[in-house]
């Protein structure tokens, strides 16, 4: 079957860094995304990797690594608005999204 | 770019209603739309695919005469959902992708709906 996996919750200090793993099992590979979601809100896209390595964007980048099944966001300099729950999505061959289950990161002052 | 939106953001209505909910890309051709629910505390849960002007694919497990998905358009997916009843009331957000299956899906803010 087709797997995501990220840890349910993450509590990091104002101001630090923190990072939010997600391993995945799927059938085929197009793409891993990652998204915010504050709550009540929709989800806002925040990256897209398709190859291996870092992509940095800002505060937040996200890394890749398809032999690993595995790819982790890093957020910097963290602020209060940046608690929120952070959702992996991984592309499979049939372009579908598989979705993780999320994970809501609280930030403390 | 990449501009989702959705109407209402917010209904409530009686059991046995019906409620159609409009999902509009503003500055793209979105060839597929997706549908998504979402009960508290809960991860996204896609309910049907639909590609401009075909049929919606359901996922497993959600009744096509009850959730109605119309793609007519470029621009435009409604979901109408028939006969609401209170278990129906949850999040229900859509989501846009232009004509390439590998791109980005672009979410609308959502529709918080109640049925009493």
């Known amino acids: 079957g087709q797997n995501i996996d990220q840890p349910t919750e993450m509590t990091a200090t104002e101001g630090a860094i923190v990072q939010i793993n997600c391993t995945y099992q799927?059938?085929?590979?197009?793409?891993l995304f990652w998204y915010q979601q504050h709550a009540g809100e929709a989800p806002t896209f925040l990256s897209y990797?398709?190859l291996d390595g870092l992509e940095e964007k800002g505060r937040f980048s996200s890394f890749l690594s398809r032999s690993k099944g595995y790819s982790y966001l890093l957020l910097k300099e963290l602020q209060m608005k940046d608690s929120a729950s952070y959702l992996c999505?991984?592309?499979?061959?049939?372009?579908?999204?598989?979705w993780g289950a999320g994970t809501k990161l609280i930030i403390k002052p | 770019g990449a501009v989702v939106s959705q109407h209402p953001s917010r209904v409530i209505c009686k059991s046995g209603t019906s409620v159609k909910i409009e999902c509009r890309s503003l500055?793209?051709?979105?060839?597929?739309m997706f549908w998504y629910r979402q009960f508290p505390k809960q991860s996204l849960m896609l309910m049907a695919t639909?590609?401009?002007?075909?049929?919606?694919?359901?996922e497993q497990g959600v009744e096509k005469d009850k959730f109605l998905i119309n793609h007519a358009s470029l621009t435009l997916s409604t979901l109408t959902v028939t006969s609401a009843h209170p278990e129906d009331s949850s999040f229900y957000i859509c989501?846009?992708?232009?004509?390439?299956?590998?791109?980005?899906?672009?979410f609308g803010p959502g529709t918080r709906l109640l049925v009493l």
């Open positions: 799927t059938s085929g590979f197009n793409g």
């Open positions: 990797n398709v």
């Open positions: 639909s590609n401009e002007g075909s049929k919606a694919t359901y």
């Open positions: 999505a991984v592309m499979d061959s049939n372009y579908q999204l598989i």
């Open positions: 989501s846009a992708r232009g004509g390439r299956a590998d791109e980005t899906q672009y």
């Open positions: 500055d793209f051709q979105a060839t597929t």
